[in-house]
């Protein structure tokens, strides 16, 4: 099981944060983002254009199969990934991380840009669309919920590691 399960929405710094966190613990990362795009041999961009989301979703909910099944991790999921109603109690019994993030620093972060494509139109608008839709979720999945607004991943990952320990 892994250690630290990481939700939150694009620009939250589930990568960054994870990373870290792995590094603080001696554990391995795994992003299921990247998962798939190696299982798809594409970017997740190109299967959302080549295949459509719910292609995208398909190889999402494996990926997160996968990862939870993870021994001594840190996993941090896609942005949409807990939505999924096959997912969603997958969770359940898993130390979960909601990374909340306003706009303005999630804006900093990943720039909307093009390869994220459920923000390539009307990006600020969708981001906010989507994390109104999401945050009851991640709310509710989540063991514990950390502010990343102006924080360095390194403090996010720093602060979560206590919260891991039974600290603060």
Not at 61 to 87: F, I, K, M, Q, S
Request: with cysteine.
């Amino acid at each position: 099981m892994p250690r630290c399960v990481l939700v939150g929405p694009p620009g939250s710094g589930k990568t960054s944060t994870g990373e870290a966190l792995a590094g603080l613990l001696g554990v391995a990362f795994v992003d299921t983002d990247r998962v798939v795009e190696q299982a798809a041999g594409r970017t997740i961009a190109d299967v959302f254009v080549e295949d459509g989301e719910p292609a995208f979703r398909a190889l999402e909910r494996d990926a997160v199969a996968g990862a939870l099944e993870e021994a001594d991790a840190v996993v941090a999921l896609g942005g949409g990934a807990p939505v999924d109603p096959a997912t969603e109690p997958r969770l359940a019994g898993h130390t979960v991380v909601f990374l909340d993030v306003g706009i303005a620093d999630a804006a900093k972060r990943i720039g909307f840009d093009r390869s994220r494509p459920l923000l390539a139109v009307n990006p600020r608008a969708s981001w906010v669309r989507l994390m109104n839709e999401r945050r009851p979720v991640y709310e509710r999945v989540a063991t514990h919920v950390v502010d990343t607004a102006g924080r360095a991943a390194e403090d996010v990952a720093a602060e979560i590691a206590t919260l891991l320990d039974g600290g603060a």
